[in-house]
């Protein structure tokens, strides 16, 4: 997962859910992992949502530390695949899921948990919010998981905070803050590098040309840099090249 290869990654976890059959903490730790990957837009994934309600349900009753930090975050996931990017056509009308869900989770969060499962918690809640909540609301979200992600020493979620934050500031209109945070983006990477930062990147990148007028730039972006990374990640077979 680190490396990229997402498909590989799916398939390690799926070994190690079905090697720790009988044990449902391990699995729901494989399960959470899994919950990662990408999604097709406008579609719900009931498969990887029987998947995370099933791994739930086994974990009933078990009062122990770690496992409420996995409810945590198995509901976390089960807020952002039963709402993000989802027309009201096809999404959950399940009062338990979704946008309730996800502020549910935030206010069940102690502050004193574990850092990386509070990244795992607000990033995904954040997702889960995304559709329908306003940008303040979500960059508060993002806000917390910059310092939670600082706070994990966690290269991953730092890249994914960055752009959480970049987004929120550019929709609130701080444009010079989130300018800042692009290009904090970019030295992270130097130093932390993932397959999906240039694509991550490029996206931000395109965003500010648009925003400043820029329109020959982006449209450089779109139809040369942008348009070799998506030839790369399909050839490697990473899913975000068609989202």
Not at 118 to 132: A, P, S, T
Not at 199 to 217: H, K, N, Y
Request: with cysteine.
């Amino acid at each position: 997962h680190s490396a990229g290869d997402l498909p590989a990654a799916e398939l390690a976890y799926r070994r190690g859910f079905e090697a720790a059959s009988g044990t449902p903490r391990w699995q729901a730790v494989a399960a959470i992992q899994i919950a990662r990957r990408w999604s097709t837009p406008g579609q719900v994934d009931q498969e990887l949502l029987h998947l995370l309600k099933r791994c739930r349900h086994a974990l009933v009753g078990d009062t122990g530390h770690q496992t409420a930090a996995l409810l945590l975050q198995l509901d976390a996931h089960i807020a952002h695949k039963s709402t993000m990017a989802i027309g009201a056509d096809v999404a959950t009308t399940d009062p338990g899921q979704g946008p309730a869900l996800a502020r549910g989770t935030l206010a069940a969060l102690p502050d004193d948990c574990d850092p990386g499962v509070r990244c795992e918690v607000l990033n995904e809640c954040r997702w889960g919010l995304y559709d329908q909540a306003s940008p303040a609301e979500l960059l508060a979200i993002s806000t917390q998981l910059h310092d939670a992600a600082i706070s994990a020493q966690s290269g991953y979620f730092r890249s994914e905070s960055l752009v959480a934050l970049a987004i929120d500031q550019v929709r609130l209109g701080q444009i010079r803050r989130a300018l800042s945070v692009v290009e904090t983006h970019r030295e992270h990477l130097a130093h932390s590098p993932r397959m999906l930062g240039t694509w991550l990147q490029g996206t931000l990148d395109t965003l500010m040309d648009l925003w400043r007028g820029d329109f020959p730039a982006a449209a450089d972006r779109i139809f040369g840099e942008a348009q070799r990374t998506v030839e790369q990640l399909e050839a490697s077979r990473v899913v975000p090249a068609g989202t």
